[in-house]
């Protein structure tokens, strides 16, 4: 069965330095991998995926995600925080060879600091 | 809608009461998924739906947890008996289909469930 860990329950970083949210993940086929976003009191809004292809995903936002498969990683990072990006953020996987559920990360929250 | 509406937006019960929770996916989206977000837990996946595939269960964490899906579009989740550890935030979700470009999937508001 895929798992995936966010080992991070908290990440602090000053407004306009980079900022790196970090996941890894296990599956045994081939990862679909997602970063989700959830700002207070909204719902969750998709950010990025991987499925296949370059290991570095741009999405919305100014993020972006590498995948590196010899260390089953995706994680999520950004060059120039801002105060705005501070929320919740989820990474989930989806074993890409199964018709198979996608599970999620217990979520790491962002605080950029002005 | 164009969006994951679910209903009610809140919801406050007894502790051993039954909870209908309800989710509209995106009209032609395949698959549904349920999850539950509770402070300081993240989001526990509890059910999947694909199509007309039997659904995958093994996130439900006990048997007064059910949820049905009908006619491929909306879908039910009841909760019998409920207890106070139950309290928590109802997510759906919907995604369009197994193609590996379709797999994003669109959330619902969620409801919030308070077991008294």
């Known amino acids: 069965a895929q798992s995936v860990a966010q080992p991070e329950d908290q990440v602090n970083v000053a407004e306009g330095n980079p900022l790196t949210v970090k996941c890894t993940y296990s599956?045994?086929?081939?990862?679909?991998l997602f970063w989700y976003v959830q700002y207070p009191n909204r719902g969750l809004q998709f950010l990025l995926k991987?499925?296949?292809?370059?290991?570095l995903v741009k999405g919305s936002y100014g993020f972006e995600a590498e995948f590196n498969k010899s260390q089953t990683s995706f994680h999520l990072k950004k060059p120039s925080a801002l105060v705005s990006d501070s929320a919740l953020y989820f990474c989930?996987?989806?074993?890409?060879?199964?018709?198979?559920?996608?599970?999620f990360g217990k979520g790491t929250r962002l605080h950029i600091l002005p | 809608g164009a969006g994951v509406s679910q209903s009610p937006s809140n919801k406050v019960t007894e502790k051993g009461k039954d909870v209908e929770l309800r989710c509209d996916p995106i009209?032609?989206?395949?698959?549904l998924y349920w999850y539950r977000q509770s402070l300081g837990q993240g989001l526990e996946f509890l059910i999947y739906?694909?199509?007309?595939?039997?659904?995958?269960k093994s996130g439900l964490p006990s048997d007064r947890f059910s949820a049905e899906r009908t006619g491929g579009s909306v879908s039910t989740l009841t909760i019998q008996r409920t207890q106070q550890e139950d309290s928590a935030v109802y997510l759906c979700?919907?995604?369009?289909?197994?193609?590996?470009?379709?797999?994003?999937?669109?959330f619902g508001p969620g409801t919030r469930l308070t077991v008294l």
């Open positions: 979700a919907s995604s369009p289909g197994l193609s590996p470009t379709y797999n994003e999937q669109f």
């Open positions: 599956v045994s086929g081939n990862p679909y």
């Open positions: 991987y499925i296949t292809g370059d290991n």
């Open positions: 989930a996987v989806r074993d890409g060879n199964r018709d198979d559920k996608i599970i």
């Open positions: 009209s032609g989206h395949t698959a």
């Open positions: 739906f694909q199509g007309n595939s039997a659904p995958d």
